[in-house]
């Protein structure tokens, strides 16, 4: 149960309205209620946790709302409702996902209490992402020196075979602690490496120091795969096939055992040269994953030109499996193409019991997610595994 959290209501319908707040008053939420959205600014205040938006409104609608909302830097999560066309939802949600704000789900109208109360259950503080002003982020120079200096270091997330539950491989997570600014998100500085040069210095890094605790832990008698994300600034290098099996030769790992993903989006820029140098990766036996799938603007047709051994569903997708019915279709989808292409598919982002087993029915065949376990250091992996493996004993 969440306590006194401040939520408001924007709604033209008045009695729908009064439901919301009916509802979030008996989970002992701080509610106010907007009727006219033309007043909606007069309401508004930074400290709001969690917006009800309708969408279809007179004279302004939700999503100019939802701009404002952007326009304002607001830390609120939002959930979107309407009476009408449910792709019109989706969408919304999707636009304010790449406006960074968190948007808890959707509500087509009319719905159950329960709907409405299972969305605001799922809230957290810690669950809305925080704003960074790139003022207080570090420099180019900052990263350079952090390069050099053996400021980065790699976390791993397990994937789980979902159907027998066994742990299969880990993806290899590159993370940056600054000594002054704390954990630095990678979305801000490899975009900083790729401007400036540098991708190649951190791929570099990366795919050694992956490779490396792959060894190490098969060594141990561990046996996983290592999933590694590739730039696609590296991936447009010709010699990065042999460069990456020279690299897997010294510390005696097969590629078999290495999945290198690469971006919808990245792979369609410039598809002949990435099917050149993903066919020839293949040719040397490292498997191929597409991920981020379903985010880009790819054609079936450039999917099967590259030969892709995984296929990586968006997060995007999964964390909503459950109550989006758009999310659950594209994912049902994804499953059966993979299939069909005789590709595995794997899901991130899976966050509870439910979409686990949902994802279980339809077919998937490995996930990764805060549910099963969050990124941790290579220490940490070996004790996760066993605890894991006792768990599904019981």
Request: aromatic share 8%; with cysteine; glycine share 6%.
């Amino acid at each position: 149960m969440i306590f006194n959290k401040k939520l408001l209501v924007v709604d033209d319908e008045v009695d729908f309205a009064d439901f919301v707040v009916e509802v979030a008053e008996s989970m002992e939420f701080d509610v106010s209620s907007v009727s006219d959205p033309s007043k909606f600014s007069n309401f508004y205040t930074n400290d709001i946790d969690i917006i009800v938006l309708d969408l279809f409104m007179p004279v302004i609608d939700g999503i100019e709302l939802l701009r404002f909302l952007a326009d304002n830097k607001s830390e609120a999560a939002i959930i979107f409702m309407s009476g009408k066309d449910r792709g019109v939802l989706h969408s919304a949600q999707q636009l304010a996902s790449k406006r960074g704000m968190r948007v808890l789900g959707t509500l087509q109208k009319p719905f159950l209490v329960q709907e409405l109360e299972d969305l605001l259950e799922k809230y957290t503080p810690d669950s809305v992402p925080k704003l960074v002003d790139p003022a207080e982020m570090p420099a180019f120079g900052e990263l350079k020196s952090a390069i050099v200096n053996g400021q980065l270091s790699l976390v791993y997330q397990p994937q789980i075979n979902i159907n027998d539950r066994t742990v299969v491989g880990v993806e290899a997570l590159l993370r940056w602690k600054h000594p002054d600014k704390g954990m630095i998100p990678p979305s801000y500085f490899i975009a900083i490496a790729e401007e400036h040069d540098l991708i190649s210095d951190i791929t570099e890094y990366v795919t050694k120091a992956a490779i490396s605790q792959l060894a190490e832990w098969q060594a141990q008698g561990i046996s996983l795969r290592m999933s590694i994300n590739i730039s696609p600034q590296t991936l447009y290098e010709l010699d990065m096939p042999e460069e990456l099996a020279t690299n897997a030769e010294e510390l005696g790992v097969s590629p078999s055992d290495i999945v290198i993903e690469v971006t919808e989006t990245a792979v369609m820029s410039d598809i002949v040269r990435y099917m050149d140098i993903l066919t020839r990766l293949r040719m040397k036996g490292f498997n191929l994953s597409i991920d981020d799938f379903g985010t880009g603007y790819s054609s079936l047709q450039k999917l099967v030109q590259v030969p892709f051994t995984e296929l990586k569903i968006d997060l995007e997708f999964i964390k909503n499996l459950a109550i989006d019915n758009e999310c659950r279709t594209i994912t049902e989808i994804s499953i059966l193409l993979a299939d069909k292409l005789d590709m595995r598919v794997v899901a991130e982002g899976i966050e509870n019991e439910a979409v686990w087993n949902i994802l279980k029915e339809l077919g998937c065949d490995e996930g990764q997610g805060y549910w099963m376990g969050k990124p941790m250091p290579a220490k940490e992996v070996a004790a996760w595994i066993e605890d894991w493996s006792l768990k599904g004993q019981h």
